[in-house]
């Protein structure tokens, strides 16, 4: 970009002219945003983009040549200061973001979903258990539900044989009579 051009745009941006300053804008962009690019590590692309950087460049330049307090002799003063400013818009966001990276931890890569996962059931699953308790107990006996209790405690069947004076084998029977009963819908199978 010539001299002349440049203070040919610089002079229609002061006066208000928005395709002006999109013309300067566009003539800079990509070599202000390689400069923050190059900056900018792996965590800090997360925080923010290097196209933010360079619209707030853009935003305090602007509001500077509003007011007339910038005056650029050359293409290359303006690319000078643009540069600067870039810096310091850079630096202004390493700065705020510096006590978040410090911070910040990365979470586990193997068994993450795991580490985040509870140990207890989902409310569904209770919900579910509950059910099948309730139709486990209207399903037998009366005389069967401690034997129910014991086997939902976790208990192998030597145990609860010896607590409730059943046979092993009769402790087994029960508890495969029940399970057939609750395969098995009340109607009959289906066809």
Same mark, same amino acid.
């Not at 925080?47 to 050359?74: A, I, P």
């Not at 699953?125 to 308790?133: Q, V």
């Not at 092993?168 to 819908?185: G, H, Q, T, W, Y």
């Given at each position: 970009m010539?001299?002349?051009?440049?203070?040919?745009?610089?002079?229609?941006?002061?006066?208000?002219?928005?395709?002006?300053?999109e013309?300067?804008?566009?003539?800079?962009?990509p070599? +202000?945003?390689? %400069?923050? *690019?190059?900056? =900018?590590? /792996?965590? &800090? $692309?997360?925080?923010?983009?290097? #196209?933010?950087?360079? !619209?707030?460049?853009?935003?305090?330049?602007?509001?500077?040549?509003?007011?007339?307090?910038?005056?650029?002799?050359?293409?290359a003063h303006?690319?000078n200061? +643009?540069?600067? %400013?870039? *810096?310091?818009? =850079?630096? /202004?966001? &390493? $700065?705020?973001?510096?006590?978040? #990276?410090?911070?910040? !931890?990365?979470?586990?890569?193997?068994g993450?979903?795991?580490?985040?996962?509870?140990?207890?059931?989902?409310?569904s699953?209770?919900?579910?258990?509950?059910? +099948?308790?309730e139709?486990?107990?209207?399903?037998?006996?009366?005389?069967?539900?401690?034997?129910?209790?014991?086997?939902?405690?976790?208990?192998?069947?030597?145990?609860?044989?010896?607590?409730?004076?059943?046979h092993?084998?009769?402790?087994?029977?029960?508890?495969?009579?029940?399970?057939?009963? +609750?395969?098995?819908?009340?109607d009959?199978?289906?066809?």
């Open positions: 010539n001299a002349d051009l440049l203070e040919t745009l610089l002079d229609r941006m002061r006066a208000g002219d928005l395709r002006a300053a013309q300067l804008f566009l003539a800079y962009e070599e +202000l945003r390689l %400069v923050v *690019r190059r900056r =900018l590590s /792996g965590p &800090l $692309r997360a925080k923010f983009d290097s #196209l933010d950087v360079v !619209q707030s460049v853009w935003v305090r330049v602007l509001n500077d040549l509003r007011t007339g307090g910038c005056r650029f002799t050359s293409p303006l690319r200061f +643009l540069l600067r %400013v870039t *810096r310091h818009c =850079l630096i /202004g966001r &390493l $700065r705020h973001h510096r006590t978040a #990276l410090e911070r910040e !931890q990365r979470l586990p890569e193997v993450a979903a795991d580490s985040l996962a509870s140990g207890h059931p989902r409310p699953e209770e919900a579910r258990a509950n059910e +099948l308790w139709g486990l107990l209207a399903a037998c006996p009366p005389e069967h539900h401690e034997l129910l209790r014991l086997k939902r405690q976790g208990l192998p069947l030597a145990a609860i044989a010896a607590r409730t004076g059943l092993e084998d009769s402790v087994r029977r029960v508890i495969r009579k029940l399970a057939r009963k +609750l395969a098995v819908p009340a009959g199978p289906a066809a």
